[in-house]
């Protein structure tokens, strides 16, 4: 998909967020504090990324999964911006920006998906 026309379809954020790797403020986007039922999609591919079955509450201000859906569908990339060492997820399937991943998650995996409710599109019902 051209440039033009991902501008066209996201808004700025979600267009900032998944294109030019930004971050939402905490607490300001749509799903931080979901709870319900559903799966998490990448705004621009609509490729199922999370369920709500590994959401949890990181109490960070960000949408935080323990575990991605299919690992095979987000690639983790070092991130060495901002002068810190961080590991960023990615949408395997088109590349968008989806957040970070950190080693302080809950168990059983112990990671943390930090997300950006701005690269996700949330849809209710069967979390599968
Ligand atoms: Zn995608």
Same mark, same amino acid.
């Given at each position: 998909?051209?440039?033009?026309?991902?501008?066209?379809? %996201?808004?700025?954020?979600? #267009?900032?967020v @998944?294109?030019?790797?930004g971050?939402? =403020?905490?607490?300001?986007?749509?799903?931080?504090?979901?709870?319900?039922?559903?799966?998490?999609?990448?705004? /621009?591919?609509? @490729? =199922?990324?999370? @369920?709500s079955? @590994?959401?949890?509450?990181s109490?960070?201000?960000?949408?935080?999964?323990?575990?991605? %859906?299919?690992?095979?569908? /987000?690639?983790?990339?070092?991130?060495?911006?901002?002068?810190?060492?961080?590991v960023?997820a990615?949408?395997?399937?088109c590349?968008?920006? %989806?957040?970070?991943? #950190?080693?302080?998650? =809950?168990?059983?995996?112990?990671?943390?998906?930090?997300m950006?409710?701005?690269?996700?599109? #949330?849809? =209710?019902?069967?979390?599968?």
């Open positions: 998909m051209s440039e033009q026309a991902l501008r066209e379809r %996201l808004t700025p954020e979600q #267009f900032a @998944t294109q030019q790797s971050t939402e =403020p905490a607490f300001s986007g749509a799903y931080w504090d979901t709870k319900d039922a559903g799966t998490y999609r990448c705004i /621009v591919c609509e @490729t =199922p990324l999370f @369920t079955e @590994t959401k949890y509450d109490g960070s201000g960000w949408p935080s999964f323990w575990e991605a %859906l299919d690992a095979e569908k /987000v690639t983790l990339i070092e991130d060495r911006s901002h002068g810190m060492r961080r960023e990615q949408c395997a399937t590349g968008a920006h %989806l957040g970070h991943v #950190f080693n302080d998650g =809950p168990r059983p995996t112990g990671q943390r998906f930090c950006n409710s701005a690269s996700l599109d #949330f849809v =209710p019902g069967s979390s599968r």
